[in-house]
């Protein structure tokens, strides 16, 4: 189940044309209609124009994924600037694109999207750990950080990155879920991120 959330038609409509027949899709055209539609559906994706949460983008964010923490969503805005970007970044969003952005485009934003990565302008990367990971824990290096993790925490790490889940991680590398957890817990310790996300951009940042 997807949500195309906009009180614009003609993006309704281009948002449709871009998700084709991948699942129906919810459109909500209010802002306070929102926040019951991820409670009830708990949809996999989401696509925001910005424009319907005004200037409360980021708290509506941050409210919904509370609602619905496994959906995925795709802000939408008209000519994002960096400050906005990073913003709706921290607040969960996973991808950010312009409102004139092509449909064809768009589908591969969101196959990016439902793979479990990032749709982030690559200039950002670097900035957004920095905001996440903090000044001080970024002293020494993401290849420091990394330096420092056993053969099975890289390669769990690696996974992380590459948007696999726990159970995902489990059945690929032979064991238990609870191992999974008790190793990503190392690795947070030890690169200084705060949470899958901030670890999946530190891995990014060193490609």
Known sequence: MFVIASAHTDSLDCWRTALGDRAAAVEV?????????????????????????????????????????????????????EDQELALFRAGVRGVCALDTS?????????????????????????????????????????????????REIEIARLIGQGASNKRIARHLAITERTVKGHLTAIFRKTGAVDRLTLALLIARRH
């Open 103 to 151: 449909a064809d485009v768009l589908a591969r934003i969101v196959s990016v999207v439902l793979q479990g990565e990032l749709w982030i302008r690559r200039s950002l990367v670097a900035k957004l750990v920095d905001s996440l990971v903090g000044k001080e824990a970024d002293t020494t290096g993401a290849t420091g950080r990394f330096a420092i993790l056993t053969p």
């Open 29 to 81: 055209r209010r802002t306070d209609a929102l926040s019951e539609c991820f409670s009830r559906l708990q949809p996999q994706l989401a696509l925001l124009d910005v424009r319907l949460t005004h200037v409360n983008t980021v708290r509506v964010v941050a409210e919904l994924l509370k609602v619905s923490p496994s959906t995925q969503i795709v802000a939408l805005a008209d000519e994002p600037d």
